[in-house]
């Protein structure tokens, strides 16, 4: 299984400007990510202010991180990242190093 880092970030524009509309969206907002979290989808969830933050992930593809963000669009913008584990990307970083030295 894979990791996936997201990095989201509130769309002002598509939020109501009433204070109960714009309320009952973040009810919702922060119900689908502790459903989330509960489902074990989201190993770690986070704020860096109140309107962005981090989500990491664990899935099969990026096409399921995608399909599981896609519901809070179009309120929150979503940047994907598949972490590659250090060692492994390690190996293949210096692997390629290598062979392009070795020229």
Do not use: C
């Amino acid at each position: 299984m894979s990791r996936y880092v997201v990095l989201w970030k509130a769309n002002p524009s598509a939020w109501p400007n009433d204070p109960k509309q714009a309320l009952a969206v973040l009810e919702a907002v922060a119900a689908g990510g502790d459903q989330l979290l509960k489902a074990g989808a989201i190993k770690e969830l986070g704020w860096f202010t109140g309107q962005d933050g981090y989500a990491i992930f664990e899935a099969d593809s990026k096409d399921s991180v995608l399909g599981m963000v896609q519901p809070f669009f179009p309120y929150y913008s979503q940047d994907i990242h598949e972490v590659v584990p250090w060692e492994s990307g390690k190996q293949a970083i210096l692997a390629s190093s290598r062979q392009a030295a070795s020229r």
